[in-house]
């Protein structure tokens, strides 16, 4: 941009009159005591208590963002920044807009994203609700450290830095307040350079309770990280159910397993065939869901993911499946002709249940990844978008 600055300064703003001056004002002492070439965006989210106009007589630019949410606001004041760096933070006086120094030198040091720890540099008391210190932050950091092997501690700061075109390359798309884990990960996945440095946190000088729901927007958290990350959500129980219900079965697929005085019957046998059927379709959802966010840009492509989707074609799963299926008709054939032996009369349940819960198990996950193979060489069809040639505009008749 011709008018490239070298920071923005961005709050997003809804209805924020009693704090947003001084906000602005500490911002602007800031790019005063260091004479950064830098600009304040306002990213107004619809305020109607007069935000606006204190922004603008101020001197902040104000940009404004139709689409309700934290993150549909942020996104606005990103794509209308001017710096090349840019620094967001909360509106509400809780972060200290005079003190971005480190942010700063750790931007022009080459981070791509550097976040503020709060639990490193300080939690004023009463500027964050225990179950959020305690509970809330803790764990959501923990599973996105878990999940996506970021060096983050803090996943939920408000306060952070970050280059305009690497965020911008990262196509963020969430509205929430989801939008900080969005950033985090898809930062950790692109693997740019990320980095955290110590802020405080104070409590906020808004009289209205904040925008955030606790239990509402930790759950839309959770559920991102979740959406995210198709290992852990569908491959990691996917695997456990399979091995399970592999080894229990092939225990009693024989007959009755005894340990002590406990018996492990036809009704375990049972329970290992729907570990089987629910582990497999489990994990047919992981290569399902994987394909479907690389390919549509949701998550990064990986080399050895896609090398292992090259190998499960559909024409090998269905050769697999197929195999499956008379593995299950073999079965149920030699169940029925034992029926038919003894006159279709009773059965010895414990003896003949086993080939035909074999029969099942194998002809349902047959079934299984055929659909399953058909589905992902769907999402697998290349795509050409062609472009329409505009008709020409109507000649009036003569």
Known sequence: MADELELTILMPCLNEAETLATCIRKAQGFLDRTGIAGEIVIADNGSTD??????EGLGARVVPVDQRGYGAALAGGIE????????????????????LDAFVAQLRDGADLVMGNRFAGGIAPGAMPWHHRYIGNPVLSSVGRLFFRTPIGDFHCGLRGFSRAAVLGLNLRTTGMEFASEMVVKATLAHLDLREVPTTLAKDGRSRPPHLRSFRDGWRHLRFLLLFSPRWLFL?????LLGLGLLVGAVLLPGPFRIGDVSFDVHTFLVAALCIIVGLQS??????????AS????????????????????????LIAIALMLVGLAALVWGVNQWALRDFGPLNASRTMRPVILAMTALVTGFQLMMSGFMSSMINIPIYERRVA???PPQPNP
Request: hydrophobic share 45%; no cysteine.
């Open 236 to 240: 990691y129980p996917g695997i456990a």
């Open 283 to 292: 994990i047919s959802f992981a290569i399902i869901g994987r394909r479907f």
């Open 295 to 318: 390919r549509y840009g949701f998550i990064p492509r990986s080399g050895h993911y896609d090398r292992l989707l090259e190998a499960l074609t559909l024409e090998r799963i269905l």
């Open 50 to 55: 007069g935000s606006r106009q204190i922004a």
């Open 80 to 99: 209308a920044a001017r710096g090349r760096f840019v620094i967001m933070g909360d509106a509400d006086d809780s972060y200290d807009f005079a003190k």
């Open 390 to 392: 505009e008709a020409p």
